[in-house]
């Protein structure tokens, strides 16, 4: 006879780990689905342009083998080289503003043109450590979907909470990806704050099949009265051709926005430098193939510390299937998760129940749209871990 504690750890899914998004065009984690564009097109025909995407489901076949909350955590934990200490350990605090400045081009991650990550469920987590950095990523509401992510590093002394809101809409040739919300790093042993947005995803069907970040990012820092003003650009909307993955932009303080102090150009894909307007001096400030190439894969190192609710759990069964494409797998198994969450939902709606998320506090203004603060002072260690 089976116990019940026998049962529940055999219903237990096991964790499917994926190699991050990188800019190494051999890498395993740069997936390719089918060049079916004719496809893509045929889902989004009974779409009316300006329409919201963000209950728009993609069969398997177009899925990345991860979720979004993979992707936000991965924009933080997967480098290389460790951009975050250099933000911390800067001698004044033009040198630490620039470091963060080049810290947040480098959670500008490469995406493929025709597959996506899943749209995470309610409650959907993502923990992982490397090194000092703990990360934890929550998905704190379905619709409309919000993401919550706090990382802490207690010997580098930095903290960052990020809230992120993305809205797709269709227009005809193209989906456009606002992702609403704001991201905090915070360096503690200095007193200083940064406050950042995201760039727009933009995913062009025709003429030229593309993906773009495209937009403008402004760095603030409210201690030193330093701003970053950075612009994307992408290629040609009628050839795709062009300033792909460029960044212009420009640093000066908020008590005299007209001078200028260093100007900034390169691509955030390869190199990006800045200019001294004094002297004209340019200095390497990112190096992408020193950054988000050669990533390595995470590992689970506590088989027993992993929660349920946690990404490549959740997901596991699909991404096991895309990989081995077996697709009909991918589908039930894709499938069975939906039917899973609305069935969640009408339960709790017919208890009268409200979600709560676990790790964060949600609330909402319309001035200021999505806020999210963590419930605890620091991220615990995370059974899967990046090696370094």
Known sequence: MVTVEEETERNKKQAVLTAPLSIDKDSEGNYRAPNLLHRILSLLSSVRAGSDLTRFQLPPLFNLPKSQLQ?????????????????????????????????????????????APYNPILGETHHVSRGNLNVIVEQVSHHPPVSALHATD??????????????????????????????????????????????????GFLPVPRVDWLGNVTIKCEETGLVAELNYKGGSILTGRGNN???????????SPSTIIFEISGHWDRIVTLKDVANGKQTVIYNAKETISGLKTPILKNSEGIWQ?????????????????SWDKAKEAKTGIEVKEREAVKEREKKGEKWVPKHFYLSY????????????????????????
Request: charged content about 20%; overall charge positive.
């Open 309 to 325: 609710s946690e990404s490549t759990v959740v997901w596991g069964d699909v991404s096991q299937a895309i990989l081995s494409k």
């Open 154 to 203: 207690e010997k580098a002394n930095i903290q960052m909470i990020w809230c992120h809101n993305p809205v797709p809409k269709f227009y005809g040739t193209y989906v456009e990806t606002e992702v609403h919300g704001k991201r905090e790093l915070k360096l503690l042993s200095k007193g200083e704050t940064y406050i950042m947005n995201s760039p727009k995803l933009v995913i």
């Open 71 to 115: 992707c936000y955590g991965e924009s933080v934990y997967s480098t290389r080289t460790d951009l975050l200490s250099k933000c911390a350990n800067g001698e004044s605090s033009t040198d630490r503003f620039i470091s963060v400045v080049a810290w947040s081009i480098s959670t500008t991650r490469p995406l493929m043109f025709g597959v």
């Open 245 to 255: 993955k460029s960044i212009k932009g420009k640093i000066f303080n908020s008590s």
């Open 365 to 388: 203004s319309k001035e200021n749209g999505w806020h999210c603060s963590p419930i605890h002072n620091k991220v615990l260690p995370a059974p899967i871990t990046v090696p370094l």
